[in-house]
């Protein structure tokens, strides 16, 4: 969650040239990231959003003891002693006040969802009597208790029970409770504006004639897609190139209009990685400088003058998706102040033996078997630059640092696209 400044003492200090886990670069983000403001909006423009307030019930619910099933309505206690014939003496739809039953002989036919009239305590449906001449008999099958086929005030929920706490991600069941509390407006986190930046002289636009030494501009796309499927709509696209006072300029103007910066590329130990430097000089804090993890280890994370979040994202296509997933949309999450998702977890389909002394992001798909049971069924990818491998996956599981074969079922975090 946002404003975690009591995490901010659990970082250890990172040592230059000591590489940080997963675990500690997500700590160390969630510790520097300033709330994203808050905005009331109406329901109709809630879903996706995150609750910032917390939502109490109105009234009781049911608000009053309410008829389940169409039927008719008497007084059990006159069934128990051996009435059998009724007569309908009125009706009772839904949205009507309360209607009284004159006499425990009588019944008032009534409207699922109506109020139970007042004198009767049981309804028994259409189904279970025959009605002839406004006399309703009822059938052998009849059963008859109280409160038989009524939903009883208050049994799902009291006035003032607290419904939904803040931080709650609104969905449609959400949305209906919020509705249901009479509310027509609601305080949920503001958007956070997003600039997706590419950097790389090497990088050509879709739809432009391209060389052979070019490579298409794919990073922008895969990390404004992953964005906008999880409904943040406020996102920007720019592309630098790998010159340091074109950097410097397009940074400072990003800075001054977003609060979170997603930049792909550059940040290696290569000429012109130039991203860390320039960030610097425009006065974003390092947090940290690579993590422990393959693919995606030159990672850069920093704090902006005003508290923007900028995430230095390596520049090869499986690096940018397995970080941006990683790290940057949780971060936006928590700084939304949104609850922390708990990954899903599966079982690994087929062993897998890892050498590396880096915790493992590796694609998988998720199947079933004969049985319905999924597993996730690894995708290694011929590197971090191998993104066509990634089409049809669903996501990637998280492993610990080998060397070590990680067994059929072994059960572990997955990630989706
Ligand atoms: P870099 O991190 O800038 O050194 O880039 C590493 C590799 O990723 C290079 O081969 C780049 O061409 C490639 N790359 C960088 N940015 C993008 C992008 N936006 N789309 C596709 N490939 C990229
Ligand atoms: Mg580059």
């Not at 130990?269 to 000089?281: A, E, N, T």
């Not at 936006?332 to 992001?361: C, D, Q």
């Not at 998720?366 to 191998?386: L, V």
């Not at 990680?406 to 572990?412: D, L």
Request: glycine share 10%; hydrophobic share 40%; aromatic share 6%.
């Amino acid at each position: 969650m946002c404003g975690g400044v009591a995490l901010r003492r659990r970082i250890p200090h990172m040592q230059a040239g000591t590489l940080i886990t997963p675990r500690l670069a997500e700590e160390a983000i969630n510790s520097r990231l300033t709330c994203l403001p808050i905005e009331s909006l109406p329901l109709t423009q809630c879903v996706g959003g995150t609750l910032r307030e917390n939502i109490y019930a109105e009234r009781d619910q049911p608000p009053f003891d309410r008829v389940s099933m169409d039927g008719i309505a008497i007084d059990s206690e006159a069934a128990r002693q051996g009435l059998r014939q009724y007569r309908i003496q009125a009706t009772q739809a839904a949205g009507s006040p309360a209607l009284t039953l004159e006499s425990s002989g009588n019944a008032i036919e009534v409207m699922t969802g109506a109020i139970l009239p007042m004198g009767s305590d049981c309804v028994v449906p259409v189904e279970q009597i025959d009605v002839a001449d406004g006399v309703a008999s009822l059938k052998s099958t009849a059963h008859i208790t109280a409160f038989r086929n009524v939903h009883r005030r208050g049994a799902d929920g009291r006035q003032g029970a607290l419904l939904l706490e803040s931080g709650t991600l609104l969905r449609a069941p959400e949305i209906a409770v919020v509705a249901s509390a009479g509310m027509a407006r609601v305080r949920v986190s503001s958007q956070p504006a997003v600039m997706v930046i590419s950097t790389g002289d090497e990088l050509v636009e879709p739809g432009d004639p391209i060389a052979d030494y070019q490579v298409r501009r794919s990073n922008a796309y895969a990390v404004a897609a992953t964005l906008r499927k999880r409904g943040f709509a406020r996102i920007g696209d720019d592309h630098v190139s790998d010159d340091a006072d074109m950097l410097r300029e397009r940074l400072t103007l990003h800075l001054t209009t977003h609060e979170v910066l997603v930049l792909s590329g550059g940040v290696s130990m290569g000429k012109f990685d130039l991203v860390p430097k320039v960030l610097l000089q425009l006065g974003v804090q390092e947090v940290f400088h690579k993590i422990a993890q393959r693919p995606g280890k030159p990672m850069w994370f920093g704090i902006g003058p005003q508290g923007q979040a900028v995430f230095g994202l390596p520049g090869n296509p499986v690096s940018t998706l397995v970080c941006l997933i990683r790290y940057v949309i949780p971060a936006i999450a928590a700084a939304m102040g949104t609850k922390r998702e708990v990954p899903e977890r599966f079982a690994l389909a087929s062993p897998v033996n890892y050498e590396t002394p880096l915790t493992y992001f590796l694609p998988v798909t998720i199947e079933h078997d004969d049985w319905g049971r999924p597993w996730a069924h690894p995708h290694p990818t011929n590197g971090s630059g191998d993104f066509l491998s990634l089409a049809n996956t669903n996501g990637f599981v998280e492993l610990p640092p080998g060397p070590n074969t990680y067994p059929k079922g072994f059960v572990t975090s997955v990630y989706r696209w």
